[in-house]
């Protein structure tokens, strides 16, 4: 089956549309059963007044409740390549999102925050294709891990999901590697790497109903004219972002020798005085 690559904010927000599909991405990574999901994309536009360029992309916020009745807040952010700029400007929306309370069964509440990031790019020191990083509470007077949980603790601080797609393998047997299996950086049949031949059975659902919809992502011309919009919008930024970044290192290169040079000079009108 020919499915659309998962990784452009177009095709995410439109797996995302579907709740079952929703239920079964953040369940899925969080091992925990939804009840409920209501996800509101969150617009932001990339402007660079010099460049003459303005991008368009998506962050995901998604309202959960658990099993257990508890409400939670996820954030979704999908980081294509590794730039200074998308790491402050997520930093800043997650820090708005600590500020706002959410309204729940029409009273204001605040919740807990979970986040979840899909890397188009790899942390070298992370083999593992998905990691979670949590916290856990540790009384330092008695030396031990405190397994309940506080409701203040939780609010203030949380726990991440990391997927490195271009970590993900070829193994399809629990329901994590089937959700995985569908954001696999391999068998593209596109020199442009927006579509690929999913290779595994739809023998889950859940997995069905996903690569149904990323199958008509990848083959409707309309949707698939979106993707190569945003694919050649944000290839654009990383070009003059790599642009911008040697320029800065060219700079800070010249600083040092510059420094470099000041300290030799010094040293050498030390020696000097110190033989008069």
């Not at 996800?39 to 536009?45: G, S």
């Not at 083999?127 to 330092?140: F, G």
């Not at 690929?196 to 109903?209: A, L, R």
């Amino acid at each position: 089956m020919i499915i659309a690559n998962p990784i452009y904010d177009t095709v995410f927000k439109r797996m995302m549309e579907n709740e079952r599909v929703a239920k079964f991405f953040i369940g899925t990574l969080l091992d925990e059963e939804i009840v409920s999901v209501e996800v509101k994309p969150q617009e932001f536009t990339y402007t660079d007044e010099l460049a003459g360029l303005a991008v368009f992309r998506l962050d995901f916020i998604a309202t959960i409740k658990t099993e257990t009745g508890a409400y939670k807040k996820i954030l979704i952010e999908i980081q294509k390549a590794k730039n200074q700029i998308d790491l402050m400007r997520f930093r800043r929306y997650l820090g708005e999102q600590y500020k706002k309370e959410d309204k729940i069964d029409n009273e204001n509440q605040v919740l807990p925050i979970t986040t979840i990031y899909i890397l188009g790019f790899i942390l070298p020191e992370i083999q593992s294709a998905c990691i979670k990083v949590e916290r856990n509470y540790k009384d330092l007077v008695n030396k031990m891990i405190i397994e309940k949980k506080s409701d203040f603790v939780e609010k203030l601080t949380h726990d991440s999901f990391i997927v490195q797609v271009d970590r993900i393998t070829n193994r399809y047997q629990t329901s994590l590697d089937k959700l995985l299996s569908v954001f696999e950086q391999r068998n593209f049949v596109d020199d442009r790497k927006i579509t690929k031949q999913f290779q595994h059975p739809t023998d889950n659902e859940d997995v069905k109903i996903l690569t149904d919809i990323l199958h008509h992502s990848g083959t409707n011309p309309e949707e698939r004219k979106l993707i190569e919009d945003e694919q050649e919008a944000w290839r654009t930024v990383n070009a003059m972002f790599q642009d911008k970044e040697k320029a800065f290192q060219k700079a800070l290169d010249e600083k040092e020798k510059e420094n470099a040079d000041l300290l030799k000079q010094l040293e050498e009108l030390k020696h000097k005085l110190g033989e008069q």
